[in-house]
């Protein structure tokens, strides 16, 4: 299997059951994920491609291609019909 293909997944997962709002920086998607920023910067265009998430802004390219990551509807319900039932959080 595609290395990028499985970094997105680990990104996805950890953005679902890790993250309490929709958009996270670069920063804590690699603290959440324990990936390396070039796995992070290959593995999210994977996700845009598939359009699970939309990138938004490039105003820091220090370390990420991206500013933000926002979840898409489309990646909750991947998530759920791939990974399992999503938690409600209360």
Known sequence: MDSNYENAMIILKAMVERSRVNASSGDVIKRITNLECEEINSAIPCLEEMNLVKTLGDISKVNFD?????????????????????????
């Not at 991206?66 to 209360?90: A, C, H, Q, T």
């Open 66 to 90: 991206f500013f933000n990551v926002r979840l898409l509807p489309e990646g909750y319900k991947y998530y759920d019909e791939n990974f399992g039932k999503i938690k409600s959080i209360d």
